[in-house]
Structures are given as structure tokens and as C-alpha cells.
């Protein structure tokens, strides 16, 4: 049975935690979210990095005059990435290698580059 006078919750105050309950749920999703999408993006970040430090290892294993440049192209078996290498030579036996991996991020085109200079020592 109910007292007179019996203190209890009205249905505006649980409607109000309610809502609170809501709307904290709402924020820590969010984060949750960017969270997660931090994760991919250093994932992406990683990928890329190792994909072209292989690349570089490949030109410096290579004779001198085998070092030429590629034009962007997406990577094998990687087909969110895409690669390019830029050779310049701003003196005589001396090449400028830069090896560029791109791929889509939030805001874009993202890329990362390495680069490396390979000599023609005789």
C-alpha cells in the first residue's frame, strides 16, 4: 500500500536523469569513435612508413644506373596505398632518391616521404 505523504520520483525527475544519462552516453561514444579513428589513421601511418623504407632498402640494393624514377602507382597486394619515387641527381654521381606513399585519410591525401642519396663511387 501507498502512504500519504510517501516520498518518491516523479516521472519529470526520471525523465531528467534520463536525459542526462543520454546525452553522457552521446559524448563517450564520440570519443569512443575518434578513438578508434586515431587507431587507423597510426595504423595507415605505420603501413606507409614500412612500405617505403622497403622501397628504399630495394633502390639501395640496386646498381647506380638501375635507380630511376616510378611514377605514382598504387602498391602491391596494399591497395589503399599508392607509391612514387622522384630520382633527381644535383651533382654528377650523386642521386637524390625520394620515395613518396600516399593514401586517403580523413582530411585527404595523406603521404608520408623518405629520402636517400645513392652514389656512383668507381
Not at 34 to 42: A, H, I, K, Q, T
Not at 94 to 101: E, F, P, R
Amino acid at each position: 500500500m501507498f502512504k500519504v505523504g510517501a516520498r518518491g520520483f516523479t516521472l519529470i525527475e526520471i525523465l531528467i536523469v534520463i536525459a542526462f544519462f543520454a546525452a553522457g552516453a552521446v559524448v563517450l561514444l564520440q570519443i569512443f569513435s575518434m578513438g578508434l579513428y586515431g587507431s587507423v589513421d597510426n595504423e595507415n601511418t605505420m603501413i606507409a612508413t614500412a612500405l617505403a623504407q622497403e622501397k628504399m632498402e630495394e633502390m639501395r640494393n640496386e646498381p647506380y644506373t638501375s635507380i630511376v624514377p616510378e611514377v605514382r602507382a598504387q602498391v602491391p597486394n596494399y591497395t589503399s596505398f599508392d607509391r612514387e619515387i622522384l630520382v633527381t641527381a644535383p651533382v654528377s654521381n650523386l642521386k637524390q632518391v625520394t620515395v613518396n606513399i600516399y593514401w586517403n585519410g580523413k582530411t585527404g591525401d595523406v603521404k608520408i616521404s623518405l629520402v636517400t642519396y645513392v652514389s656512383n663511387i668507381i
